[in-house]
T-cell receptor
Framework: GQNIDQPTEMTATEGAIVQINCTYQ??????LFWYQQHAGEAPTFLSY????GLEEKGRFSSFLSRSKGYSYLLLKELQMKDSASYLC???????????FGAGTILRVKS | EAGVAQSPRYKIIEKRQSVAFWCNPI?????LYWYQQILGQGPKLLIQ????????DSQLPKDRFSAERLKGVDSTLKIQPAKLEDSAVYLC???????????FGQGTRLTVV
């Protein structure tokens, strides 16, 4: 089966940097995704990691360590609009099921 | 490129009634997913299709939920009979193939009273 853990909530200040962690245990592994979900809206894709290391995309970066079953999403130069839920999702190695964690609610304060 | 289309956007039904949701994925996307998202929780995978075959439906409550994807394109998800605990947002998503990112529709917010 799958188990994906993320912190429930985080608070950070506008302009700062925040790191959201995700640990996972899955049957096989075919990639890890990060999604952003604003209240009342659908999740939107942010980043994808399948190999170890850091992927950078503008203000957002995502890191993966497959041996540790660990990933993080790094958000730089935080803006108020970054207040949202951040979902970690893992694609398993059997049928490529895409399974989501419970999400981390990030609150950005001025 | 058109996104994932879902209908209806909102639905209110009484418990024990039946309801159906429709999803049209992005053109050419072979993989289609239905998720249930209860307020404050992450999306829970109900069923995943690859073309018109089922990849996984291990968390689909088969005594009341059913889903089909005829001709490997559109899909419908049905609940019969509905229970109060089925109140949630039902999200449909699609991806080009099993390894790519999934794109989500706007969802159907179901309220069972």
């Amino acid at each position: 089966g799958q188990n994906i853990d993320q912190p429930t909530e985080m608070t950070a200040t506008e302009g700062a940097i925040v790191q959201i962690n995700c640990t996972y245990q899955t049957s096989g592994f075919n990639g890890l995704f990060w999604y952003q979900q604003h209240a009342g809206e659908a999740p939107t894709f942010l980043s994808y990691n399948v190999l170890d290391g850091l992927e950078e995309k503008g203000r957002f970066s995502s890191f993966l360590s497959r041996s540790k079953g660990y990933s993080y999403l790094l958000l730089k130069e935080l803006q108020m609009k970054d207040s949202a839920s951040y979902l970690c999702a893992v694609r398993d190695g059997y049928g490529n099921k895409l399974v989501f964690g419970a999400g981390t609610i990030l609150r950005v304060k001025s | 490129e058109a996104g994932v289309a879902q209908s209806p956007r909102y639905k209110i039904i009484e418990k024990r009634q039946s309801v159906a949701f429709w999803c049209n994925p992005i053109s050419g996307h072979a993989t289609l997913y239905w998720y249930q998202q209860i307020l404050g929780q992450g999306p829970k995978l109900l069923i995943q299709f690859q073309n018109n075959g089922v990849v996984d439906d291990s968390q689909l409550p088969k005594d009341r939920f059913s889903a089909e994807r005829l001709k490997g394109v559109d899909s419908t998800l049905k609940i019969q009979p509905a229970k109060l605990e089925d109140s949630a947002v039902y999200l449909c998503a699609s991806s080009l193939a099993g390894l790519y990112e999934a794109f989500f529709g706007q969802g159907t917010r179901l309220t069972v009273v």
